[in-house]
């Protein structure tokens, strides 16, 4: 056979016609079980794949989920599609993953070519600088979208992310419990309300020990390895007597151990270090990463279920979901106790 097969070469083979192969492909229409097993398997024996865009034009309906991320080479939004993209698979969907590398622009032209391929709805975890109106299409187009990780506001969609209020401030209130009270803030885009939330929680543990929070070491910048990096090694130069750092996330935190130990200081030991996110490599890192755990397979569950919800009945208030974190604390703050099993 030439070409790709198609359902009237699969009636041809099997002498059925072409509406009672369609049905027996679908699952639909009166076929009973064995005519629809000797189909499928004609079918797979002669390489059918179903067309989804013409599937799509006959029933209306589209069986792609897209997820428009603001940097998938962080682990964390690993962690998070792995339970998105599962829960979207046992509900019959694949899903499409697009990288906007943080820009607004190209997170617009992502979401466009996405609802030109017919998406049934979107997961965002929004570029910088996002604003509501940034979604106006979706809205327009009726289509179904959850915000995760950081919350622009939009009162119109569903949003589910961690505390970061919570989360700041169990970090600093971990290294002032390890006598820790002159430490760095390493990381984080200052317009965003995840990097203000964290700020504002360990300005609060700061404020609730009577002490303040030195701005100078407050160190704003986009989260990745290489800033991670670079920042502490300026305060390595720059700032001696200072020898704790909380890292914006874990990402930020592997760079600055790559800069401790080219400066020579032990983790743990000279130095302490404690990030956000709680992703595996941080438990593989030497010394183990004392992190807090942001629980990013329960937001990518969690979003699943609210897209797939609004899919289903597009009624009711939006839903805007917080997940309460937890400290992990492992050998990578000097004097503080640590966690079993952690």
């Not at 198609?6 to 009672?20: C, E, M, Q, R, V």
């Not at 969609?157 to 209020?165: E, I, L």
């Not at 597009?314 to 640590?338: C, F, M, N, T, Y």
Request: glycine share 10%; with cysteine; net charge negative.
């Amino acid at each position: 056979m030439r070409g790709k097969p198609n359902i009237k070469d699969i009636a041809k083979a099997t002498g059925l016609s072409t509406a009672a192969v369609s049905y027996a492909l679908t699952g639909r229409g009166r076929v009973s079980a064995e005519t629809q097993e000797i189909v499928r398997k004609v079918a797979e024996e002669m390489g059918f794949i179903r067309d989804s865009a013409a599937v799509r034009l006959r029933t209306g309906q589209s069986r792609l989920l897209g997820a428009v991320l603001h940097d998938t080479s962080n682990p964390f939004f690993a962690e998070l599609l792995s339970d998105f993209e599962a829960r979207a698979y046992e509900a019959g969907y694949l899903t499409i993953v697009a990288n906007t590398h943080d820009e607004s622009a190209r997170q617009a032209a992502l979401i466009d070519a996405l609802l030109s391929q017919g998406v049934a709805g979107l997961l965002i975890s929004p570029a910088n600088c996002t604003t509501p109106e940034d979604f106006a299409v979706l809205r327009t187009r009726a289509t179904p979208y959850v915000i995760a990780v950081r919350d622009v506001e939009d009162l119109q969609a569903d949003y589910v992310g961690a505390d970061d209020r919570r989360a700041g401030y169990l970090a600093a209130s971990h290294l002032f419990e390890a006598g820790l009270e002159r430490f760095a803030v390493v990381g984080g885009l200052d317009h965003t309300r995840t990097w203000q939330d964290r700020l504002d929680g360990i300005k609060a543990a700061v404020a609730e020990r009577g002490a303040e929070l030195d701005e100078a070491l407050v160190f704003r910048c986009a989260p990745t390895r290489e800033n991670g990096t670079e920042i502490v090694n300026r305060i390595i130069r720059d700032f001696p007597e200072c020898h704790a750092a909380i890292c914006f996330n874990d990402y930020i935190a592997l760079g600055a151990y790559a800069a401790l130990h080219g400066s020579g200081r032990r983790v743990g030991e000279d130095f302490s270090i404690i990030g956000i996110d709680n992703v595996p490599l941080g438990q593989s890192l030497l010394p183990p990463l004392t992190t807090v755990e942001l629980y990013p397979r329960g937001i990518g569950g969690r979003a699943a279920r609210l897209l797939l919800d609004r899919m289903q009945d597009g009624r009711g208030e939006p839903d805007h979901s917080l997940i309460e974190p937890r400290l992990v604390a492992r050998q990578s703050v000097a004097g503080a106790p640590k966690s079993r099993g952690a």
